[in-house]
């Protein structure tokens, strides 16, 4: 019937790369951080690829794919697709029903698996169709520059652990940037010294602040710190729902003009979900919310926009996938809302993703959270994009356009094979700087 490529060959690549001390609410980030890269040949030559953050769990299912995707035609992605997606559900891989207390990242954890084979084989078809992903999604790609914002963290001493991070020891010629992003990071001036380098090395007009860190009071010093040094961006922070209801309200409700929107500022607590502390948030401050923790599938968004508790769905392609975020775009059009993208680590294949996911997203978007600018020199592929003026733009290139940079794939491999914590946990740099130290999803990290 169809004639389109069989798929040849399919690899499932874990890798590693270097990150700074960043903090968050489950701890610090760890001096290394791993993603799976998926590789499909094909037979018309063609090689697609998709990048996920890595898990054993992911891992599992996508090596166990394997003997059903290669042999077939990339005219049956869809089904390929579904078909992974009902063997996740039916192997019951999945993680359980949420509950209160996980880190926030297990919480987009669930179709990574699928998302990324999604992505590999969208790359493949677009490079047979001779047209950029984002061509292929939704209403076929509406811009060729997707703003992204300047993603802040607090980074604490990595000097007080003998884990192996990055020095950035200060070079003649090359950017503060690359310095600085290794080195300590606690104060409000300190943020602000990032903020200027991370603006002047890749033109941001926008941040976000991670919170959950400190104090709330201490962390929207830093926010009203921001604003003073750039008053037309657009900013906002990200406490991973540390904050209680009356907290979150307290801190922001004379913000107005300071924050621009406020991204998961509390969530679950007392017998309510975190969808209804949410909009109960958006009714006492009338501020802009944005979520990556509370509607990530498609029954918490129902709930989410019947109760009027979002704004701003953080729709990541590495857990709704390509399609799936391209879809919560054409909702975010259609009902007032405004996509946005949630970002981890990645390498500069998710960074292609973000691109075509902005370049297909009908109406307004709020500039993509990216953790590029904590990785950016670590390429694994030729060429990646580069983020100028705040904006990442498309190469032209069929698919996603990337090639992948072998030799430095298989370094990024070996450096993962040597790590004795292959799986993200943050809280074992944490270790270092508060003994026994253990994840509170209710409690600013440095609160003890
Ligand atoms: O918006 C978010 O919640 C994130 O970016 C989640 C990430 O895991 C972030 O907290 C981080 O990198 O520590
Ligand atoms: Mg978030």
């Known amino acids: ?4 490529p069989k798929i040849v060959e399919m690899q499932v690549i874990p890798v590693a790369g270097y990150d700074s001390m960043l903090l968050n609410i489950a701890g610090a980030h760890n001096c290394y951080f791993t993603r799976i890269l998926l590789v499909l ?21 996508l090596n166990d794919a394997i003997p059903h995707i290669v042999g077939q035609e990339i005219g049956i992605m869809n089904q390929l697709v579904s078909d992974l997606h009902k063997r996740d559900l039916e192997e019951n891989r999945q993680p359980k029903p949420v509950l209160p207390g996980l880190r926030p990242w297990d919480l987009e954890r669930h179709h990574n698996a699928v998302a990324v084979l999604e992505t590999a084989l969208l790359d ?28 802040l963290f607090y980074i604490a001493d990595r000097q007080k652990t003998d884990l192996e991070y990055l020095e950035g020891k200060a ?25 200027e380098a991370a603006q002047d ?12 860190v400190q104090a709330g009071e201490v962390e929207i010093e830093t926010v009203r710190a921001l604003k003073k040094r750039f008053p037309q961006a657009r900013i906002t922070v990200d406490p991973n729902a540390s904050w209680s209801l009356e907290q979150a309200i307290s801190l922001c409700k004379d913000m107005h003009g300071i924050l621009s ?24 401050t009338g501020l802009p919310v944005a979520t990556n923790m509370i509607a990530n599938d498609w029954r918490q968004m129902s709930h989410a926009l019947q109760l009027n508790a979002i704004d701003i769905p953080l729709a990541d392609p590495h857990y709704w996938s390509m399609r799936g975020a391209n879809t919560i775009g054409t ?30 997203a009908p109406g307004e978007i709020t500039p993509f959270d990216t953790h590029w600018i904590w990785q950016e020199g670590q390429h694994l592929t030729k060429n990646p ?62 609160v003890r």
């Open 1 to 4: 019937m169809s004639d389109t």
């Open 41 to 61: 040949k094909d037979s018309a030559g063609h090689t697609g690829v998709g990048e996920a953050p890595a898990t054993g769990v992911v891992l599992k299912i």
């Open 124 to 151: 493949l078809m677009g490079q047979f169709l001779n047209q950029p992903v984002a061509q292929l999604l939704g209403p076929g790609k509406q811009r060729d520059e997707v703003p992204v914002l300047g993603y």
């Open 171 to 195: 070079q003649a010629g090359q950017h503060p940037w690359y310095h600085l992003r290794h080195q300590e990071a606690m104060s409000h001036e300190k943020v602000v010294q990032l903020a």
């Open 201 to 212: 090395k890749y033109g941001f007009k926008d941040f976000k602040l991670k919170g959950g």
């Open 261 to 284: 929107y406020v991204e998961d500022p509390c969530g679950a607590e007392q017998g309510f979900s975190g969808r209804e502390t949410l909009a109960e948030f958006k009714r006492a």
């Open 331 to 360: 909702l975010c059009n259609a009902w007032g809302l405004t996509l946005g993208c949630h970002s981890n680590n990645h390498f500069d294949v998710s960074l292609a993703m973000l691109a075509h996911l902005g370049a297909a």
């Open 385 to 446: 994009l580069q983020i100028k003026d705040g904006k990442l733009a498309l190469n032209g290139l069929p698919g996603l356009g990337v090639e992948l940079d072998m030799d430095a794939v298989g370094i990024a491999h070996q450096r993962y094979n040597t790590l004795r914590h292959k799986d993200r946990d943050d809280a074992i740099a944490m270790q270092y700087l508060i003994r026994g130290w253990a994840f509170d999803g209710k409690r600013a990290t440095l």
